[in-house]
């Protein structure tokens, strides 16, 4: 794609990368066919190779975002199978972020929308406000159908009908290995997950010290900041990410860390690109090594030789967009599964989002709501006795939409190889 960005533009390094990504671009049209938003709405602007030709205008020209372009890059999913399927290796994604990141700094939003953004930019990554949001959701929730805006009502029923209390194993601690130490890693808990499920990192902890590591959970990290990056709220998302790489960096340079173990995929793929939004800044070379040692938890349990399991039951396996196109891990979570003795299948069109990714659902309901159903038919076509998926967004969204129980690959992994039965699946 021919640019014209100008040498003054291009002295800024954010213009630099966009010319870079927008250059590589040959409009072959191939991003269209795997484009959730455009296989549901079918119009070229809510497609990658639209989005990218609105990206480049708005960049060139250096003005604020006008409003046709903030919708058709809202509607935008993040969920990267254009990045999957393109043959010219464009970075979408760097491309996606740099665009809203311009569009919250250019563009006023119409009051509803500036407030819901603000509400979960400033609830959803801290632990205890969350909590209490839900609770009172959950209270509203009879009030749903009272509520103006879809968006509303789409909040208060994402409250679940049970909210727990936080885990003691979330608090900064060490846990020993079970037998002679074979690693140490850390484990990120993150924000929103330990929240909506508390044991998915209690069954991760308990099937990593039973394979020989010793767990971190470190003081200072929290949230990925993917919450915030993917709103544009750069100032906000970085600053997460600086405690991260700050927390971490104190146990590398302590004693050490062989793997910073993430078991939500979205988390995931926003820490293995710290080291490119660091990578002007002073902490860049940290941001690199903390990058460098992220793993997803399917990854790190291949590298431990898991043993085998007696599984059992029929396994529907959803690969989350963010570990299948954001960070390329494919085969892991099934082979696990499959060592673990269960009867993996897969859905038909497991490229496709399933409509969660992040806050989509909450924002874009309506698309969302297309694109979970057509998610939970191909699910429900393989006659599964549960859904596995390695995010929990994807569960949330999937739950909502099945009565097939919904748990989270090492939830299942922990089970087969000695832990206890997941809670999702019944006495």
């Known amino acids: 794609m021919q ?74 999913l993040s969920c990267l199978a254009c990045m999957t399927t393109c ?31 603000a509400v979960l930019a400033r609830v959803l990554p801290y632990p205890a406000r969350f909590r209490q ?45 079970h037998g002679q130490r074979r690693v140490r890693v850390a484990l990120m808990t993150g924000c929103a997950q330990k929240v909506l499920n508390t044991d998915i990192n209690d069954a991760t902890i308990r099937l990593l010290r039973r394979l020989g590591c010793e767990v971190v959970v470190a003081r200072g990290a929290g949230c990925c900041g ?33 793997a910073i173990v993430i078991n939500t995929s979205g988390c995931g793929t926003t820490v293995k690109d710290y080291g490119h939004m660091f990578r002007t800044t002073a902490l860049a070379d940290a941001a690199q090594t903390v990058a460098a040692r992220a793993k997803d ?14 599984g059992g039951l029929r396994v529907a396996y959803h690969s989350a967009c963010s570990l299948q196109h954001g960070q390329k891990v494919t085969s892991a979570p099934k082979a696990l599964l499959i060592r673990a003795g269960f009867e993996v299948v897969e859905p038909a069109d497991s490229h496709l989002c399933c409509g969660s990714a992040g806050t989509y659902n909450l924002l874009q309901p309506e698309i969302a709501g297309q694109l979970k159903a057509r998610k939970v038919a191909t699910l429900e076509a393989k006659a599964p006795q549960v859904i596995a998926a390695g995010n929990i967004g994807c569960m949330v969204q999937i739950g909502s939409g099945t009565d097939v129980p919904v748990v989270h690959t090492v939830e299942l992994l922990d089970w087969a190889t000695g832990g206890p039965r997941p809670r999702a699946l019944g006495s």
């Open 133 to 177: 949001a839900l609770r009172l959701a959950r209270l509203g929730r009879p009030l749903a159908r009272l509520m103006p805006d879809i968006r509303l009502r789409a909040m208060l029923a994402m409250a679940p009908d049970r909210v727990t209390g936080p885990s003691p194993n979330d608090a900064p601690q060490v846990f020993p290995a």
């Open 87 to 117: 043959p010219s290796g464009v970075h979408y994604m760097h491309l996606v972020d740099q665009a809203r990141a311009h569009i919250e700094k250019t563009y006023r939003r119409p009051f509803l929308d500036r407030s819901l953004r």
């Open 226 to 258: 993917a919450l915030n990056h993917h709103m544009g709220r750069t100032t906000g998302s970085h600053a997460q990410a600086e405690a991260n790489i700050r927390a971490w960096m104190a146990e590398i340079e302590g004693e050490g860390l062989d």
């Open 297 to 310: 938890v399917s990854e790190m349990l291949c590298l431990l030789d898991l043993p085998e399991g007696a």
């Open 3 to 76: 640019t014209n960005f100008t040498e003054e533009q291009l002295k800024d390094p954010a213009l630099q990368r966009a010319n870079e990504i927008l250059r590589a671009c040959v409009h072959c049209g191939f991003c269209t066919a795997t484009c959730p938003t455009y296989q549901v709405l079918g119009d070229e602007l809510d497609s990658p190779r639209g989005r990218v030709y609105l990206i480049k205008d708005m960049l060139e020209s250096g003005r604020p975002a006008d409003a046709n372009t903030v919708k058709h890059i809202d509607r935008c």
